[in-house]
T-cell receptor, first 111, second 113 residues
């Protein structure tokens, strides 16, 4: 266990559904991240939050909407996704942009 | 464009043997270079973190080296164990920050009995 939890671990949704991914860290970190990992592709950084403020948004489509209500929780709200959005979505946290601790990921399938 | 190339793409070795994984990068200047281990179905776990001024960093049976002149890094695994079977990912963090950090595709290592 890395101290970073993600729910759900698996999610299947249709293109018209709205769902949310949740991440929680118990490490006292002040930065949190969302990554996308597709098959046979490198990890892609999606969003970075530092001290609850979004500091990075790597040209992610608006159908992905992050939310960071406090330093321990991070959400990724999903709506009208496409089949190519199917991937493993990883959350990570760190202290001051240093070593990152990853959660186990949410395996998302969009039908 | 910043790139991180890892080789080999996949590798099979016998338990107890050593192996070396390679990472070539074009990111410059960079803040630090990291190696991660990712077990199937799990998130990556940090193995080593090196700044540009460090040449080598060890973590148990894992030893990472860095040559900033040739822009190459390697991860050496000694006396491999079955539990070393995983994907090993090289990540380069540029000085410009996280917006352009670059991950390699990883090397898939299988240690067979």
């Amino acid at each position: 266990e890395t101290g970073v939890t993600q729910t759900p671990r698996h999610l299947v949704m249709g293109m018209t559904n709205k769902k949310s991914l949740k991440c929680e860290q118990h490490l006292g970190h002040n930065a949190m991240y969302w990554y996308k990992q597709s098959a046979k592709k490198p990890l892609e950084l999606m969003f970075v939050y530092s001290l609850e403020e979004r500091v990075e948004n790597n040209s992610v489509p608006s159908r992905f909407s992050p939310e960071c209500p406090n330093s321990s929780h991070l959400f990724l709200h999903l709506h009208t996704l496409q089949p190519e959005d199917s991937a493993l979505y990883l959350c990570a946290s760190s202290r001051d942009m240093s070593e990152q601790f990853f959660g186990p990921g949410t395996r998302l399938t969009v039908l | 464009k910043n790139q991180v190339e890892q080789s080999p793409q996949s590798l099979i070795i016998l338990e107890g043997k050593n192996c070396t994984l390679q990472c070539n990068y074009t990111v410059s200047p960079f803040s630090n270079l990291r190696w991660y281990k990712q077990d199937t179905g799990r998130g990556p776990v940090s193995l080593t973190i090196m700044t540009f001024s460090e040449n080598t960093k060890s973590n148990g049976r894992y030893t990472a080296t860095l040559d900033a002149d040739t822009k190459q890094s390697s991860l050496h695994i000694t006396a491999s164990q079955l539990s070393d079977s995983a994907s090993y990912i090289c990540v380069v963090i540029p000085e410009s920050g996280y917006s352009t950090l670059t991950f390699g595709k990883g090397t898939m290592l299988l240690v067979s009995p």
